[in-house]
């Protein structure tokens, strides 16, 4: 056997030995990056239900804002009706107790519409509060990826570990914003 052939078979040997080394960070690697699309799609979903619940929540304002409006209109009118001469008191003295009527149905609806809008406020604010530890968590996954990539060219296990720390961060945050309630 040539002295080329012996080198040759030992460089194979070490390949062989730091593949089999590598093999726990070619594993991590793959198991952060299933976690980083885990952590982005439910950072999308909360991100996408925080603007739904927005949508609502504008919506429940608009609707108590229109009531607001619509009892301040019947207030004036009935304020009118109760300083203008009118040739036929009977009809404003109706019109004007339906008016009463109305503005007293309306004060308890507009009320409960106030509460629903800050309830959906609320729940925003906790969507949105979710979907920054998704976030975090999906930078910190990613962060740790590339580092724990960075064993595989410098055969370093130095990058493994700081990736491991990155990946664990990461989890944390996710698990952080799954927990928010």
């Known amino acids: 056997m040539e002295a080329n052939e012996a080198q040759e078979l030992q460089e194979h040997a070490e390949h ?12 991590t690697m793959s198991v952060v990056a299933v976690l ?26 608009n609707y108590y804002q229109a009531h607001k409006i619509r009892a301040y209109e019947t207030s004036l009118v009935s304020d009118l009706l ?6 036929d008191k009977n009809g404003a003295q109706k019109l004007s107790k339906g008016y ?7 004060a308890g609806s507009l009320k409960e519409e106030q509460d629903k809008a800050e309830a959906l ?8 509060a979710r979907a920054k530890y998704f976030d975090l968590g999906e930078v910190l996954l990613e962060i740790g ?9 410098t055969r370093t296990r130095a990058y493994w ?11 944390v945050a996710a698990v952080l914003g799954l927990l928010v309630k």
């Open 16 to 27: 062989a030995a730091n593949e089999r080394t590598l093999r726990p960070v070619a594993f």
């Open 36 to 61: 980083v699309a885990i952590v982005t799609v439910l950072g999308h979903s909360t991100h996408t239900t925080a603007v739904l619940d927005q949508n609502k929540a504008t919506d429940q304002w």
């Open 100 to 106: 009463t009527d109305h503005q007293q149905k309306w």
């Open 121 to 128: 406020e609320t729940k925003v604010e906790k969507d949105e």
């Open 82 to 87: 109760s300083v203008v001469a009118i040739a």
């Open 161 to 171: 570990f700081v990736g491991l720390g990155f990946s664990v961060a990461g989890i």
């Open 145 to 153: 990826l590339v580092v724990t990539s960075i064993t595989l060219l």
